[in-house]
């Protein structure tokens, strides 16, 4: 099976995708979009991408995409523990660093970090932290640093300058799995944590009181809400959908019943994914 990732080698992306797939075509993807758009050209059968960290929130791009532009549901998803290094090139010969690179949300889980040490050196973003380490070290002339994690180090023979160096200790990204078939060929080793279904609800417009009656509709029911979020519709100012996950598996009465229940409100309902989380252990995540 072909597995789709947001490269190159040595992302976080990959260590959740090698969490969830003992085996396959492990193939990676400059950009979370061409992940995905491999997954609807059948270039893969699945694709693994971020959709929130523990520190920085939503992967908007991922949301985003998944949302308005490639539709695929969601077929599982894993939690993989987080830890940011600042890896130098071992060939550079000098002590000060000009820049740091890396993947946005990994610049933002250091920001306490950059601020104590290198208050004055500038950021450049880039697609990955897989990425920033690749670029580091193909340009062992530039006074440079990436923000990547160990297995980053290794696959670029970077040395790691700084350990550690995320704000927040339990720093932890979600991933999620999109594929157009369901499989059962995933998961072997994963621990199991949790089965999720997410809906997607677009609210009527000038309906006073509206997103209290949504919410009523799973409390009665006892549904317990994991997450709720909203993001632009992108039709105009102030125009917004909320994703909601949803703790449990789709099942024939309970999560129907919340769907007609709030269709009959004038809202739009649609059910983005129901699948089985996973997380992945710290000793596991260093073992990739
Ligand atoms: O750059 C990577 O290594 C990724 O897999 C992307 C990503 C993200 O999108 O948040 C994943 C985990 C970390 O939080 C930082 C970056």
């Given at each position: 099976?072909?597995?789709?990732?947001?490269?190159?080698?040595?992302?976080?992306?990959?260590?959740?995708?090698?969490?969830?797939?003992?085996?396959?075509?492990f193939?990676?993807?400059?950009?979370?979009?061409?992940?995905?758009?491999?997954?609807?050209?059948e270039?893969?059968?699945?694709?693994?991408?971020?959709?929130?960290?523990?520190i920085?929130?939503?992967?908007?791009?991922?949301?985003?995409?998944?949302?308005?532009?490639?539709?695929?549901?969601i077929?599982?998803?894993?939690?993989?523990?987080?830890?940011?290094?600042?890896?130098?090139?071992?060939?550079?010969?000098?002590?000060?660093?000009?820049?740091?690179?890396?993947?946005?949300?990994?610049?933002?889980q250091?920001h306490?970090?950059?601020?104590?040490?290198?208050?004055d050196?500038?950021?450049?973003?880039?697609?990955?932290t897989?990425?920033a380490?690749?670029?580091?070290?193909?340009h062992?002339e530039?006074?440079?640093?990436?923000i990547?994690?160990?297995?980053?180090?290794?696959e670029?023979?970077?040395?790691m300058?700084?350990?550690?160096?995320?704000d927040?200790?339990?720093?932890?990204?979600?991933?999620?799995v999109?594929?157009?078939?369901?499989?059962?060929?995933?998961?072997?080793?994963?621990?199991?944590?949790e089965?999720?279904?997410?809906?997607?609800v677009?609210?009527?417009?000038?309906?006073?009181?509206?997103?209290?009656?949504?919410?009523?509709?799973?409390?009665?029911?006892?549904l317990?809400?994991?997450?709720?979020?909203?993001?632009?519709?992108?039709?105009?100012?102030?125009?917004?959908?909320?994703?909601?996950?949803?703790?449990g598996?789709m099942?024939?009465?309970?999560?129907?019943?919340v769907?007609s229940?709030?269709?009959?409100?004038?809202?739009?309902?649609e059910?983005?994914?129901?699948?089985?989380?996973?997380?992945?252990?710290?000793?596991?995540?260093?073992?990739?």
């Open positions: 099976m072909k597995i789709g990732f947001l490269g190159p080698k040595g992302t976080f992306t990959e260590m959740a995708a090698r969490g969830l797939f003992e085996k396959g075509d193939l990676p993807f400059r950009t979370i979009p061409s992940c995905m758009d491999a997954v609807a050209t270039e893969v059968q699945v694709a693994v991408v971020p959709i929130e960290n523990a920085e929130g939503s992967v908007n791009m991922t949301l985003d995409y998944l949302i308005h532009k490639q539709r695929l549901p077929i599982g998803g894993i939690t993989v523990p987080i830890e940011q290094h600042l890896l130098m090139n071992p060939d550079y010969q000098g002590s000060k660093i000009d820049k740091i690179v890396s993947h946005p949300h990994a610049i933002a250091c306490e970090f950059l601020q104590n040490y290198y208050p050196t500038e950021w450049e973003y880039m697609n990955s897989g990425a380490a690749e670029y580091v070290k193909n062992p530039l006074a440079i640093a990436a990547a994690n160990e297995r980053a180090a290794q670029y023979g970077l040395k300058a700084h350990t550690n160096i995320h927040f200790e339990n720093n932890g990204t979600s991933f999620v999109l594929s157009k078939e369901p499989l059962n060929v995933l998961y072997e080793g994963a621990n199991f944590m089965d999720k279904t997410t809906l997607m677009t609210l009527p417009s000038d309906y006073s009181g509206a997103l209290h009656q949504v919410l009523s509709a799973f409390a009665w029911r006892k317990n809400l994991k997450k709720i979020e909203s993001r632009p519709t992108k039709t105009g100012l102030g125009n917004y959908f909320f994703i909601i996950d949803v703790e598996a099942d024939d009465v309970l999560i129907p019943g769907v229940e709030v269709e009959a409100l004038g809202c739009g309902v059910i983005l994914g129901s699948y089985p989380c996973y997380t992945m252990a710290k000793n596991k995540a260093k073992s990739f």
